[in-house]
């Protein structure tokens, strides 16, 4: 296997606590995975990707650590941990853990003793400061900077004992490790080492850009509510680069297993992202950007919602094809954790729900890069349609709710912000069938299941050879069979075009070249793009059946393309020529 497998590669995103309950308590865990991974195999993903289980208070569902070397009760034991990765490895698929170490919870024992006293042994591992001169700790405008946090309010908290203030860039029961320590880097490797010895096969990095912070700390830009923007501060900071390839000399170095490393990195610029993903300079394999999933804020910030503008989308994908080129590696991706269902953002969740998962699904996964589908996503899984506050769990969707009002939103306009983008648009349980609570647990989800997992459920999908589900495990299989998915050139086709989003990936004489229609209307493909092709794979409408639900119909290599393409609604046309 070479040293770049990851490029015909597809990862599976788990989020444990919404995947599969084996207990009854309405938490997903560890042996519900390990009772679905024959579902994961068949359906043909690669890597499997869990998102935190370690030790939590769950302040941040998991994103707050207490303890990186222990296993949260709720999702099992380290027990249930090694039987999960043995039967991962045994189905021939890998495992990878996410790794959240800009910042801990405040439980974790070096926290604990960071605070414990301004003389501590551990005082630097996190960011400690005093009031400003001239205020004392509390007061308006003390704060050692005006930032705001990602998860609202200022980035400071106030330490009544010691005085000082900790820097949290997200929640306040979160503290940013202090990378400056080389301590802290030092205690950081180990504790990854420890997971590579036990087997695992490698990390996705949480917000890893995020661990250098520009020197000294300054005010940013005043914004909403009178805080400012510090991200021009700490986002792919001075050192960035310094301790990703100290990271690789420390931890994976020397390493001969198949590892995979993947930095979660908002705000990166094609630029840094093309120096983190060099091979030659020993940083990371690939970079999650977000460019593209930020295209539909609108000036009020994520929860102000505007429709999407094709034309701007291609311009940013097309952008990050052609600019990480041949060196560079990005990570492709619609759905996560942190974003909203993409049918129901940018495809129709209604009367073309599944021809427009489709339709999306082939546009990124034939793209240069490594695809990652979310659980869920290749079902055509929608957003949650969650109608009250009380109904939402996602501490940023709380938080956000209680700012906006404070800014003079109405609450209609806030919580239509919340239904289109909350993160718990993407929490909400597995629809495996449509029994009660999908067959996600005999218990009460910890949140509601989506009403419509009565029709849409993966029992549904699985032996349906016009499902979103077969599609997926087709274009999957592209990936693994077709060298030019996996490495071929790129060229963006009709960038200007306000519904088809179209290109063409080349490698020696082989061409392929994708033509979707990302519109409820027909749309033409010019004949410069489909003449003289053949169709290799086809979505389009065909009569609904009995349920109501709108199927595809799939055509064989074989079927010559004429000079003018008259595209159906969420229609994709995927062509071969040589």
Request: net charge negative; proline share 6%.
């Amino acid at each position: 296997m070479s040293s770049d497998w990851w490029k015909s590669a597809v990862v599976y995103q788990i989020y444990p606590r919404s995947f599969q309950d084996s207990d009854g308590d309405g938490i997903g865990d560890l042996r519900g995975i390990r009772q679905r991974l024959g579902y994961l195999q068949a359906l043909g993903v690669d890597v499997l990707w869990l998102s935190p289980i370690y030790a939590s208070p769950h302040a941040d569902n998991g994103y707050d650590i207490s303890d990186y070397r222990a296993i949260d009760p709720a999702f099992g034991t380290m027990g249930d941990f090694d039987a999960l990765l043995a039967d991962v490895h045994a189905r021939g698929m890998r495992l990878v853990m996410d790794l959240v170490v800009n910042h801990t919870s405040d439980e974790h024992p070096w926290f604990l003793e960071s605070r414990a006293s301004r003389h501590s042994a551990k005082r630097d591992w996190y960011w400690w400061h005093a009031p400003r001169d001239g205020y004392d700790l509390g007061d308006d405008g003390a704060e050692p900077t005006n930032w705001r946090s990602f998860f609202s309010g200022p980035v400071w908290e106030p330490d009544e004992d010691s005085g000082e203030y900790f820097l949290h860039l997200f929640h306040k029961k979160q503290p940013d490790l202090n990378w400056e320590n080389p301590e802290v880097r030092g205690a950081v490797y180990d504790m990854m080492r420890w997971w590579l010895d036990k087997g695992v096969d490698g990390f996705r990095m949480d917000v890893i850009n995020l661990i250098s912070k520009v020197l000294p700390l300054q005010d940013g830009r005043p914004g909403a509510g009178g805080l400012g923007d510090g991200f021009p501060f700490v986002v792919c900071g001075p050192r960035m680069h310094e301790y990703l390839q100290e990271m690789h000399r420390e931890v994976f170095e020397g390493r001969d297993a198949q590892l995979i490393t993947v930095g979660e990195m908002p705000g990166v610029t094609t630029e840094d992202a093309l120096l983190v993903t060099d091979p030659d300079r020993h940083e990371l394999d690939m970079v999650f950007q977000f460019e593209h999933v930020d295209v539909d804020h609108g000036p009020g910030g994520k929860f102000d919602v505007l429709p999407l503008d094709l034309v701007r989308l291609k311009e940013i994908m097309g952008r990050w094809q052609t600019e990480l080129g041949e060196r560079g590696w990005n990570s492709l991706y619609w759905d996560n954790h942190d974003q909203p269902r993409i049918v129901s953002r940018f495809g129709d969740d209604g009367e073309h729900r599944a021809r427009s998962a489709k339709a999306l699904a082939a546009v990124l996964h034939l793209m240069r890069g490594t695809p990652y589908v979310y659980q869920g996503e290749e079902l055509g899984m929608t957003n949650a349609g969650l109608e009250s506050i009380d109904d939402y769990r996602d501490v940023e969707s709380l938080n956000a709710y209680d700012e906006l009002l404070a800014q003079g939103w109405t609450e209609e306009r806030v919580m239509a912000g919340l239904k289109d983008v909350s993160r718990d648009n993407a929490r909400t349980p597995v629809q495996w069938d449509a029994t009660p609570h999908a067959g996600f647990t005999t218990g009460t989800p910890w949140l509601k299941v989506t009403p419509n997992h009565t029709w849409l459920n993966a029992s549904a999908q699985v032996d349906d050879l016009d499902s979103v589900w077969s599609f997926y495990r087709a274009l999957i299989a592209m990936r693994h069979d077709d060298p030019v998915v996996a490495h071929g050139s790129f060229e963006m086709l009709l960038a200007e075009h306000p519904q088809i989003f179209a290109y063409r990936r080349r490698l020696d004489e082989a061409v392929l070249t994708v033509v979707a229609n990302l519109s409820g209307e027909p749309a033409d493909a010019p004949d410069e793009v489909v003449a003289g092709h053949q169709v290799l794979r086809n979505v389009h409408p065909v009569p609904d059946d009995a349920s109501g639900e709108g199927r595809q119909g799939d055509t064989a290599v074989g079927e010559s393309v004429g000079e003018r393409l008259v595209l159906q609604p969420w229609e994709v046309r995927v062509l071969r020529s040589a």
